[in-house]
């Protein structure tokens, strides 16, 4: 049963009128609100399968895995590596940034 249709039943039992006078328009409110707590988007959630993808591993990996594939990338991607050409010396500076941001996110939540 919807959180909604709970309240509604609530509201309905708890007020002295006929079940037409109470009217809650619940389709309204089913784009904001969620039945379960299991199925609400969650910011920190996304952003953790964002890092998972940079890091380019399976959702839910180990820390172990998380390290090697970090160091692995650091390895493909340096700046140092693309001294001579600065358009990928630039790339290579964003992906290297973004690798560090995802390993330090992972490293704040495991260690």
Same mark, same amino acid.
């Given at each position: 049963m919807s959180l909604f249709k709970r309240i509604e039943n609530i509201?309905? &039992?708890n007020i002295n009128h006929k079940e037409d006078d109470v009217q809650i !328009?619940?389709? &309204?409110y089913e784009d904001v609100y969620y039945s379960d707590a !299991?199925?609400?988007p969650s910011e920190e959630n996304a952003?953790?399968?964002k890092y998972y993808k940079i890091l380019e591993i399976e959702y839910g990996a180990n820390f172990d895995s998380i390290k090697k594939a970090y160091k692995k990338l650091l390895k493909k991607y340096h700046p140092d590596?693309?001294?001579s050409k600065p358009e990928k010396?630039?790339?290579a500076q964003e992906?290297?940034?973004q690798i560090n941001e995802a390993y330090t996110y992972f490293e704040r939540?495991?260690?």
């Amino acid at each position: 049963m919807s959180l909604f249709k709970r309240i509604e039943n609530i509201i309905k &039992s708890n007020i002295n009128h006929k079940e037409d006078d109470v009217q809650i !328009d619940i389709n &309204s409110y089913e784009d904001v609100y969620y039945s379960d707590a !299991d199925e609400i988007p969650s910011e920190e959630n996304a952003l953790e399968k964002k890092y998972y993808k940079i890091l380019e591993i399976e959702y839910g990996a180990n820390f172990d895995s998380i390290k090697k594939a970090y160091k692995k990338l650091l390895k493909k991607y340096h700046p140092d590596l693309f001294q001579s050409k600065p358009e990928k010396l630039k790339a290579a500076q964003e992906v290297t940034r973004q690798i560090n941001e995802a390993y330090t996110y992972f490293e704040r939540k495991f260690l």
